[in-house]
Antibody
C-alpha cells in the first residue's frame, strides 16, 4: 500500500537547523510531487512548499522563502525538508504528503506521513 | 496567500446532516475546481475525504459529499455518526501554491 514514513521527533535550539525525512513506498516515487505541511500546537494546517520528485523543481510558501529547502533522493525514494534559523514559533508537527491530480494541476494530498514533532526551545 | 475561511465549529446530533463552508476568492476556490477536504482526529495525520470539489476516494463513506458555488466550497456530512467528530480542513490549489482553510471542529452532540 502507498505509505509515507517520516523520521522521529527532534528538539532544537533557536537558530539551529532541522532536516526531516519522508520515505515513500508502494508507488513510483518519481511520478508524484511531495508537499510539506506543518501544524503548530492547537493550530491549523499551513502549507510550506512542494517538490517534484521527477525533476526536483520546488515552490515554497512566501513566508518561508530563504529558510526552507526541500530535496529528494530518488535512489531511496525519500524526500527531505530542511528548515534553518529555527525560532520558537517553528515548533510544530511537520507532515509530508503525496500530491495527486488527474488534470492540468496536481491538487490534493494523499496519503500523509505520520508527522514529525519539531520542538524549538532554549 | 491568506487562509480560506471556515466556521470554527459546527455541531449536530447523531443522524443529522451538517454542512461546513470554505470561503476563498476568485484566485483560489472560485478559480479552480481543485478544492479538497481533510478529516483530522486528535493526534493523527489528516485524511483525504473529498478531492476536486466533489469526488470521494475509495474507502470514504458516501455520507460525505462536496460542492462549490462561486468562491465558497462546502462539505456535507449526512447521517452524522460519533466517529465523525474531528477537525475538518478544506484546501485549494492557487497558481502553483496551495492554501488551507482555518479548520472546523465538528462535534457530535
Amino acid at each position: 500500500q502507498v505509505q509515507l514514513v517520516q523520521s522521529g521527533a527532534e528538539v532544537k535550539k533557536p537558530g539551529a537547523s532541522v532536516k526531516v525525512s519522508c520515505k515513500a513506498s508502494g508507488y513510483t516515487f518519481t511520478s508524484y510531487g511531495i508537499s510539506w505541511v506543518r501544524q503548530a500546537p492547537g493550530q491549523g494546517l499551513e502549507w510550506m512548499g512542494w517538490i517534484s520528485a521527477y525533476n526536483g523543481n520546488t515552490n515554497y510558501a512566501q513566508k518561508l522563502q530563504g529558510r526552507v529547502t526541500m530535496t529528494t533522493d530518488t535512489s531511496t525514494s525519500t524526500a527531505y525538508m530542511e528548515l534553518r534559523s529555527l525560532r520558537s514559533d517553528d515548533t510544530a508537527v511537520y507532515y509530508c504528503a503525496r500530491v495527486c491530480g488527474y488534470g492540468d494541476y496536481d491538487n490534493w494530498f494523499d496519503p500523509w506521513g505520520q508527522g514529525t514533532l519539531v520542538t524549538v526551545s532554549s | 496567500q491568506s487562509a480560506l475561511t471556515q466556521p470554527a465549529s459546527v455541531s449536530g446530533s447523531p443522524g443529522q446532516s451538517i454542512t461546513i463552508s470554505c470561503t476563498g476568492t476568485s484566485s483560489d476556490v472560485g478559480g479552480y475546481n481543485y478544492v479538497s477536504w481533510y478529516q483530522q482526529h486528535p493526534g493523527k495525520a489528516p485524511k483525504l475525504m473529498i478531492y476536486e470539489v466533489s469526488n470521494r476516494p475509495s474507502g470514504v463513506s458516501n455520507r460525505f459529499s462536496g460542492s462549490k458555488s462561486g468562491n465558497t466550497a462546502s462539505l456535507t456530512i449526512s447521517g452524522l455518526q460519533a466517529e465523525d467528530e474531528a477537525d475538518y480542513y478544506c484546501s485549494s490549489y492557487t497558481s502553483s501554491f496551495y492554501v488551507f482553510g482555518t479548520g472546523t471542529k465538528v462535534t457530535v452532540l
